[in-house]
């Protein structure tokens, strides 16, 4: 994790690190006395938490920010993709054409 910082904002408890890293296990945050089923917990992450820690989470809501990767690749503008291709078509093996690939 590199140095970490652990701080506290208007009740909200924070850790920062400056190696680039995956929060993947609940004891990233219980070394530092954070218990993850009493709060909410924020990852920036996709889902590398989410085989430890979804036994204990009562609840996992994903959201995107602007900036982010979103999981809808239907807002992407693609321009060389050979289609149909899911999972921009929800069946794309549905015509059973040749397909160019």
Known sequence: MGDVAFIQVDGMDIIIHTARCQNTHPAFFTEFGIDITEKYLVVKS????YE????????????VSPACLTWNFTQFPYTKLARPVWPLYANPWKSNEERPW
């Open 52 to 63: 430890a820690c979804a036994p204990i989470l009562k609840e996992i809501i994903y959201t």
């Open 46 to 49: 996709m889902q590398h938490f």
